[in-house]
Nanobody, 127 residues
Framework: QLILVESGGGLVQPGGSLRLSCSAS????????VGWFRQESGKQPEGVSC????????TYADLVKGRFTISRDNVKNTVYLQMNSLKPEDTAVYYC????????????????????WGRGTPVTVSS
């Protein structure tokens, strides 16, 4: 069983930065692509970013390109999301998820392919 735990969320001012962490236990995260998703209150979850198992490829949603950076340290069994130039519309609960189905080492746009999810960490961007 692959267990994921997010951390690093909190309250930040517009224009500020925050780094989220996704730590895994129970299995080796390095075998899986990992995605970050976010869910605004009352809205559907949306994909934010994804990194392949090796870290060799990354993807970003258009709304966060140039501001967010995903990375991973497979020795530490951890994936990170560095968020800069934060905007109020970035306010959401952020989840990390490991792809467990199909070609699980690679990123995918399909949320259903991610079978292991953390409980989320809330991020609030407000002055």
């Amino acid at each position: 069983q692959l267990i994921l735990v997010e951390s690093g969320g909190g309250l930040v001012q517009p224009g500020g930065s925050l780094r989220l962490s996704c730590s895994a236990s129970g299995s080796t995260l390095g075998s899986h692509a990992v995605g970050w998703f976010r869910q605004e209150s009352g809205k559907q979850p949306e994909g934010v970013s994804c990194i392949s198992a090796s870290g060799g490829s990354t993807t970003y949603a258009d709304l966060v390109k140039g501001r967010f950076t995903i990375s991973r340290d497979n020795v530490k069994n951890t994936v990170y999301l560095q968020m800069n130039s934060l905007k109020p519309e970035d306010t959401a609960v952020y989840y990390c998820a490991a792809r467990t189905f199909r070609d699980y080492s690679l990123c995918t746009a399909y949320k259903r392919d991610f079978g292991s999810w953390g409980r989320g960490t809330p991020v609030t961007v407000s002055s």
